[in-house]
Structures are given as C-alpha cells and as structure tokens.
C-alpha cells in the first residue's frame, strides 16, 4: 500500500501530520522531561520577550511554534489538524499550505513577543500551534464561507460562522484572564491569515494588477489589416 493510500485513509494530509507529529514529539519530550531539563529546553527553546530582545535568541520565534506548554492544548490541536485543516491543504497545495503555516506562525510569535515587551511581561511565553489554529479557522471561514459544517458532529454552521465563533471565543480567552501577548499573536495570525486567502486583500494579487496596469500604459491598439468597406455610393447613377 502506498504512502499516499495510508494517509488517504488516516484522513489527514502529509503537510498537516507533518507539523502535528512534529509539535508532538517535541511537546510530549518536554512536558515528560524533569525540571531541569524541561527549563533549560524553555530558556532555549520557548520565544519571551527577555530570549528574543534581551538575549538575542531569534531562533526561538521558529522553534517555540513546536513547544505546546499545555498537555489540554495539545490535545486540540491534534483534533483540529486531524478534522479540518487538511482541507486547506487539499485545496492549496502542500507548497502553499506550508508557506501558509510558516508566515502565520512566525508572524503571530513575533508579534506575541512584542506585546509581552511592551506590557512589561518579559518572561511571558509565546508557544505552541494556537495561533495557527486560528489562523487556518480564519482561512476556512473565507475560502469556504458558504460551506455548511458540523460542528463536533453536534451543531451544523458554515465556515464563515465558524470563523467568527472561534474568534469571539479566543477574544473573551484573552480578556478574561488578560492575556495580551496571546491575544496579540492569535490577532497577528488572524490578520495575515485574512491578507493572504483573501482575494481583496492579497499581496500577490496587488502585484499581477500593478503590472498589468503598468503593460497597458506600454501598449497601443494598432490597425489590424482589416479592408476598408466599399464605397458604394460612388458607383451609383
């Protein structure tokens, strides 16, 4: 049997498994490790805004996507990338489902590592896939606005409403218990996800316009050849 028929049949994409074996393995090594190992794979391995700003650790922006601090979180995430992501990925393409992951993912990290810098929670960590969640729930909810779903095979909605549910929900996570460098790297994720699968606002499509605007200012329409009709008033009498 194939590799392709194996996942064909296990319902999830190789992109998707990919990432999710990934952030299981490193997640579940540090969540079983003792805690010296498990700090020091933290002060290395885990975005803050004290590893990124004050020690230089940039790594630490791409590794602490696969670092999932909470054994629940985990949990979710191996749901999701199991239900409906790999959807996204059928539809894009492994090439730009991961471009998509990368971009999100980084740029949600970022932006979280920011706000714990600008709020004065140096120490606050940035992990884990949440923030990808959201940002391919958002994507769901824009290329498949209109598609009727079940929710947890309980509670039938479309992708646009699933979208905003998972987000209204995020956003009373946030505030509730104050997490602002979460909410801003789950709002960081959400936002590019949007510019990215969002006709309206793509970067790659702004730039085929400008230059078929620009080719235009170049081009002149010229005469074809076509004969000129025949004037047939001068042959009457």
Do not use: C
């Not at 992951?101 to 714990?116: D, E, L, R």
């Not at 790297?185 to 606002?201: C, E, N, P, R, Y």
């Amino acid at each position: 049997m194939s590799a392709r028929r194996r996942f064909e049949q296990l319902r999830i994409t190789p992109g998707a498994f990919s990432i999710i074996a990934v952030e299981l393995a490193v997640s579940l090594f540090w969540l079983l490790s003792g805690p010296e190992l498990r700090a020091q794979i933290a002060t290395y391995g885990v975005a803050t805004a004290s590893h990124v700003f004050e020690h230089g650790r940039v790594w630490t922006l791409v590794t602490s996507v696969f670092i999932e601090l909470s054994f629940i979180n985990l949990l979710l995430h191996a749901v999701m990338m199991w239900g409906f992501v790999p959807t996204l990925e059928r539809f894009w393409g492994r090439a730009r489902f991961y471009r998509f992951f990368a971009i999100t993912s980084v740029a949600a990290t970022a932006a979280g590592v920011g706000m714990g810098w600008v709020t004065g929670n140096v120490n606050a960590p940035v992990a884990g896939l949440s923030p990808f969640m959201l940002a391919a729930i958002v994507a769901f909810g824009v290329v498949y606005a209109r598609q009727p779903v079940s929710f947890f095979g309980v509670l039938p909605l479309t992708g646009r409403q699933m979208m905003w549910g998972f987000t209204a929900v995020m956003a009373l996570f946030v505030i509730l218990q104050q997490l602002w460098w979460t909410g801003a790297a789950l709002a960081a994720a959400g936002i590019v996800a949007a510019i990215m699968t969002s006709k309206q606002f793509s970067p790659g499509l702004s730039w085929k316009r400008w230059q078929i605007a620009r080719a235009r200012k170049k081009l002149s329409v010229i005469d074809g050849g076509k004969k000129k009709p025949k004037d047939e008033a001068k042959w009457l009498n």
